[in-house]
């Protein structure tokens, strides 16, 4: 994989520290963050670091914290402690500058069932103090549009199938230009194909230069498109960091099954692969840089009856599996 | 991508103030409600017609509605001022966040953002305009009805005064006035219930309770010294500003404590909302 961090190039941007110090270089900051209902610790000492431009996956099990995360980034909730940072401003202090940069989907959809979904945009367009009533019928029709629901605009919101309601709220997150998305479960509820559109829509967006926040328990529906990983296991943020990093990128592992393992290993270590281990019927080793190719035709031609050969990328599913325990069970 | 603008518009909370109103008086439920607050009226019209008035007996603006068609608003008002204005104020306020919180809108007001503070100002002013709205429908009905069916002209006020046509229109709506903000300060203490629970109905049944129990209270001679304190207390004036000259007595404390009930109550919702842990 060659994904790569897209970093935007400065942009006008309002708040103090603009240019200065790594915060600036982060959409997303948090140090600490905790919050506790309770003796319930729901959110334990995180500390997020979504760089500009990234198309963040933040993934944990069912109730493993990251909705609530989700809620104190968009001040809805108090952190017990810790600091938060939104587009290089302090939150909750900054959210009158920093949310209107921010479109976000929280929780699953909700809307007024009795109004249409054209409607329904418009209310909260109207909410919004920095947008511009003359434009607001363009913007709502062009975020319909995007989600592909313009042919539905009138119809009432309960009319809506869950996987138009879920468009729905992917449009309202989408009425102006944002910096910014906070995507909780965007594909909860979409069939195959709005899943795919779904995923195609982020990649469109971080394109463009938007930073994604994409949060899931199903990290098959966001790996594709993430630059960016963090994993929550009970509250804590138990990994972070660049996909490709994590994903162990660049350190494929090779296995060999072979009648004569003991001598495919020294085969191994003659082509320069370290870590080479010798099982029964098999041998392995860490690739590196040396062409697969190569390894097999070295060993066939030491006369290594080679009966299989496999390259092992250790994929994040692998990671999350050892990182949260037993696959994605809800947490406790 | 353009950079977004960061300057918030000055007419936006009139704009999201008429999104409120257009959202309460757009919704089926309260149209069928403005619908009921009209019937009484129509229904006072119709039956003093049919029975021919009957001078004497029944509540005082009842007897003189065969004299003077303005006074079906103010027989209108007297009755609807026990139960059916305060639970319409009930119905609207009570809703107001723990409707859009039942609903799970309030989470994405608020990350829109809307301030708090502005969230609650903008729905205070939309129970505010929709206390005024419901009693001046009842009002103006009553008035269409009673100069159909019983005429205008002159009004002999119960002090034995004869005010003109004009005076008269604008002494009921002074009534009408008098007896909304009572109303109002009643939808002040609705929506502080409303920022305690996610149940809108739940809400708006603690009010109509809350506004009932007062009414009782009331009436009880032993708690006289609780009287003067009691948010229902003074809304009955409302019949002074009919005489001549107006007693402004009960009226003027009517306002006055209208007006600290407002302040206190939007005290506390605003205590109780502003940190408040959103998690519906």
Same mark, same amino acid.
């Given at each position: 994989?060659?994904?790569?961090?897209?970093?935007?190039?400065?942009?006008?941007?309002?708040?103090?520290?603009?240019?200065? =110090?790594?915060?600036?270089?982060?959409?997303?900051?948090?140090?600490?963050?905790?919050?506790?209902?309770?003796?319930?610790?729901?959110?334990?000492?995180?500390?997020?670091?979504?760089?500009?431009?990234?198309?963040? +996956?933040?993934?944990?099990?069912?109730?493993?914290?990251?909705?609530?995360?989700?809620?104190?980034?968009?001040?809805?909730?108090?952190?017990?402690?810790?600091?938060?940072?939104?587009?290089?401003?302090?939150?909750?202090?900054?959210?009158?500058?920093?949310?209107?940069?921010? =479109?976000?989907?929280?929780?699953?959809?909700?809307?007024?069932?009795? #109004?249409?979904?054209?409607?329904?945009?418009?209310?909260?367009?109207?909410?919004?103090?920095?947008?511009?009533?003359?434009? %607001?019928?363009?913007?709502?029709?062009? %975020?319909?549009?995007?989600?592909?629901?313009?042919?539905?605009?009138?119809?009432?919101?309960?009319?809506?199938?869950?996987?138009?309601?879920?468009?729905?709220?992917?449009?309202?997150?989408?009425?102006?230009?944002?910096?910014?998305?906070?995507?909780?479960?965007?594909?909860? +509820?979409?069939?195959?194909?709005?899943?795919?559109?779904?995923?195609?829509?982020?990649?469109?967006?971080?394109?463009?230069?938007?930073?994604? #926040?994409?949060?899931?328990?199903?990290?098959?529906?966001?790996?594709?498109?993430?630059?960016?990983?963090?994993?929550?296991?009970?509250?804590?943020?138990?990994?972070?960091?660049?996909?490709?990093?994590?994903? =162990?990128? +660049?350190?494929?592992?090779?296995?060999?099954?072979?009648?004569?393992?003991?001598?495919?290993?020294?085969?191994?270590?003659?082509?320069?692969?370290?870590?080479?281990?010798?099982?029964?019927?098999?041998? =392995?080793?860490?690739?590196?840089? /040396?062409?697969?190719?190569?390894?097999?035709?070295?060993?066939?031609?030491? +006369?290594?009856?080679?009966?299989?050969?496999?390259?092992?990328?250790?994929?994040?599913?692998?990671?999350?599996?050892?990182?949260?325990?037993?696959?994605?069970?809800?947490?406790? | 991508?353009?950079?977004?603008?960061?300057?918030?518009?000055?007419?936006?909370?009139?704009?999201?103030?008429?999104?409120?109103?257009?959202?309460?008086?757009?919704?089926?439920?309260?149209?069928?409600?403005?619908?009921?607050?009209?019937?009484?009226?129509?229904?006072?019209?119709?039956?003093?017609?049919?029975?021919?008035?009957?001078?004497?007996?029944?509540?005082?603006?009842?007897?003189?509605?065969?004299?003077?068609?303005?006074?079906?608003?103010?027989?209108? #008002?007297?009755?609807?001022?026990?139960?059916?204005?305060?639970?319409?104020?009930?119905?609207?306020?009570?809703?107001?966040?723990?409707?859009? %919180?039942?609903?799970?809108?309030?989470?994405?007001?608020?990350?829109?953002?809307?301030?708090?503070?502005?969230?609650?100002?903008?729905?205070?002013?939309?129970?505010?305009?929709?206390?005024?709205?419901?009693?001046?429908?009842?009002?103006?009905?009553?008035?269409?009805?009673?100069?159909?069916?019983?005429?205008?002209?002159?009004?002999?006020?119960?002090?034995?005064?004869?005010?003109?046509?004009?005076?008269?229109?604008?002494?009921?709506?002074?009534?009408?006035?008098?007896?909304?903000?009572?109303?109002?300060?009643?939808?002040?203490?609705?929506?502080?219930?409303?920022?305690?629970?996610?149940?809108?109905?739940?809400?708006?049944?603690? /009010?109509?309770?809350?506004?009932?129990?007062?009414?009782?209270?009331?009436?009880?001679?032993?708690?006289?010294?609780?009287?003067?304190?009691?948010?229902?207390?003074?809304?009955?004036?409302?019949?002074?500003?009919?005489?001549?000259?107006?007693?402004?007595?009960?009226?003027?404390?009517?306002?006055?404590?209208?007006?600290?009930?407002?302040?206190?109550?939007?005290?506390?919702?605003?205590?109780?909302? %502003?940190?408040?842990?959103?998690?519906?």
């Amino acid at each position: 994989m060659t994904q790569s961090v897209r970093l935007r190039p400065d942009r006008p941007s309002p708040g103090p520290g603009h240019g200065a =110090g790594t915060t600036s270089d982060l959409a997303i900051a948090t140090e600490g963050l905790t919050k506790r209902f309770g003796h319930q610790t729901a959110v334990d000492t995180i500390a997020l670091r979504v760089p500009r431009g990234a198309v963040y +996956g933040f993934l944990g099990p069912n109730g493993s914290g990251k909705t609530t995360t989700i809620r104190m980034l968009l001040s809805l909730v108090t952190p017990t402690a810790g600091s938060i940072e939104i587009l290089g401003l302090p939150m909750p202090r900054g959210a009158g500058r920093a949310l209107p940069r921010v =479109g976000s989907l929280v929780e699953g959809p909700a809307f007024h069932p009795y #109004l249409s979904g054209r409607a329904n945009l418009r209310r909260l367009d109207a909410a919004d103090r920095y947008a511009d009533p003359a434009t %607001a019928d363009r913007r709502i029709d062009a %975020a319909l549009d995007r989600v592909g629901l313009l042919a539905a605009a009138k119809k009432h919101y309960r009319a809506y199938s869950l996987g138009m309601r879920q468009r729905l709220a992917i449009a309202a997150a989408l009425l102006a230009p944002r910096d910014l998305l906070v995507l909780d479960e965007p594909t909860n +509820g979409l069939d195959p194909q709005g899943t795919r559109e779904v995923r195609s829509l982020i990649s469109t967006l971080a394109t463009d230069g938007t930073t994604v #926040l994409v949060s899931s328990h199903l990290l098959s529906e966001v790996e594709q498109v993430c630059s960016h990983v963090g994993v929550m296991h009970v509250g804590r943020l138990v990994a972070q960091g660049r996909a490709a990093d994590l994903r =162990g990128d +660049g350190d494929p592992r090779v296995r060999v099954d072979t009648a004569q393992p003991e001598d495919a290993a020294r085969v191994l270590r003659e082509k320069g692969l370290a870590e080479v281990t010798v099982g029964i019927g098999r041998a =392995g080793g860490v690739l590196g840089v /040396v062409p697969a190719e190569e390894v097999v035709a070295a060993l066939v031609h030491a +006369g290594v009856p080679v009966q299989g050969f496999v390259v092992d990328r250790p994929s994040l599913e692998d990671l999350f599996v050892s990182l949260t325990g037993e696959g994605f069970d809800v947490s406790g | 991508m353009s950079v977004v603008e960061l300057s918030p518009r000055r007419t936006a909370s009139a704009r999201f103030l008429r999104s409120e109103l257009w959202l309460i008086f757009g919704r089926r439920r309260n149209q069928a409600g403005l619908l009921v607050l009209m019937a009484v009226p129509i229904l006072v019209a119709v039956a003093v017609r049919l029975t021919g008035g009957g001078h004497g007996d029944g509540p005082d603006f009842f007897s003189s509605i065969t004299d003077n068609g303005l006074f079906v608003a103010l027989a209108a #008002l007297t009755l609807e001022l026990p139960l059916f204005l305060p639970l319409a104020v009930a119905a609207i306020s009570g809703d107001a966040i723990a409707g859009e %919180a039942n609903l799970g809108t309030l989470r994405y007001l608020l990350a829109v953002p809307v301030q708090r503070t502005r969230l609650l100002a903008v729905k205070y002013l939309a129970i505010v305009v929709f206390s005024f709205a419901a009693t001046l429908l009842v009002t103006l009905t009553g008035i269409v009805m009673g100069l159909a069916l019983f005429g205008g002209g002159s009004m002999t006020l119960f002090s034995g005064t004869e005010i003109g046509f004009g005076e008269a229109v604008g002494r009921v709506l002074m009534a009408t006035a008098y007896l909304s903000v009572g109303f109002a300060s009643l939808g002040a203490v609705g929506i502080f219930v409303s920022t305690l629970t996610e149940q809108p109905i739940g809400a708006t049944i603690a /009010v109509v309770i809350y506004c009932v129990a007062n009414f009782i209270i009331d009436t009880i001679p032993q708690l006289g010294w609780l009287h003067p304190y009691l948010i229902t207390h003074y809304w009955t004036s409302f019949g002074d500003l009919l005489r001549s000259p107006i007693a402004w007595d009960g009226v003027g404390s009517g306002l006055f404590l209208a007006a600290v009930y407002i302040l206190v109550f939007w005290c506390a919702s605003w205590a109780r909302f %502003a940190g408040k842990d959103v998690t519906s």
